[in-house]
DNA sequence: TTGACGTGCAACCGATGGTTGCGTTCAAGC
DNA sequence: GCTTGAACGCAACCATCGGTTGCACGTCAA
């Protein structure tokens, strides 16, 4: 139980650049290393080793068209990752919940 | 608009070891370096410098107690960070839609 | 064929997560 | 008092990772 999400995941999430990545990459429904470099401020090589960390993690899949490598978002995979980062959420805001009522508790307690 | 999560608390979370810090400190309503590294596979040293990361942007605040730094949760600063959290899930959430929704008309498209 | 474009590979650099080792402080014992 | 031990901080060190530059390899087009 508790964060039972993949790491790899949360890592290939986590990264803020990848996070940038994803959402160019959902927003024009793909793209390769080099045009996604064109929209981010670090270089094709960085754009390119962090495709093969989501590609690692099954976020992305390549088809290669020529010379280029065609790289789209696992819409199947990517909606697992939402899931489970929605599950933690959920977890921790219980947690904070329940926090919530034992203070509360407390404090009637001591106006008595 | 997009990702507009502060990247602090992002990589704060992003960080397997701090986030089942984050998950002790809640359980255990706080804890010192030693305690949470006992509980931890990782050294005393390491989880010191992880709790000055999360003290760093606010998710945990320190109390000296004698020879005791007791760390807890701040939980305003959590709870926003758990909103914020939501709030790119929601939003991921809403792209997957309007692909799934383009796809099956494309799919219908082909039927006609 | 030649040139330009897109990739991949390798070396290098700085930050970071992790370790070990040592010094310091403070509570508690004799 | 003094000493012991627990909790902490600091410093050095190592591996990994995000990022860069430089170069070599394919591939499409003139």
């Known amino acids: 139980m508790s964060t039972t999400i993949d790491d790899g995941l949360w890592s290939a999430i986590g990264d803020p650049t990848r ?3 994803l959402d160019l990459l959902l927003t024009d429904g793909g793209g390769t290393a080099t045009t996604l470099s064109e929209q981010l401020p670090v270089t094709r ?6 495709l093969g960390v989501l590609d690692g993690v099954g976020l992305v899949h390549v088809t290669t068209a020529g010379r280029e490598r065609r790289y789209e978002v696992d819409e199947v995979q990517f909606a697992r990752a939402v899931a489970q980062l ?5 977890t921790w ?15 009637r307690g001591k106006q008595d």
Request: hydrophobic residues 45%; charged residues 35%.
């Open 45 to 50: 090589q960085a754009v390119a080793k962090h």
């Open 19 to 21: 996070r940038r990545m």
């Open 86 to 90: 929605s599950a933690v959420i959920t």
């Open 93 to 107: 805001d219980a947690r904070l919940q329940r926090i919530k009522r034992i203070a509360e508790r407390i404090q």
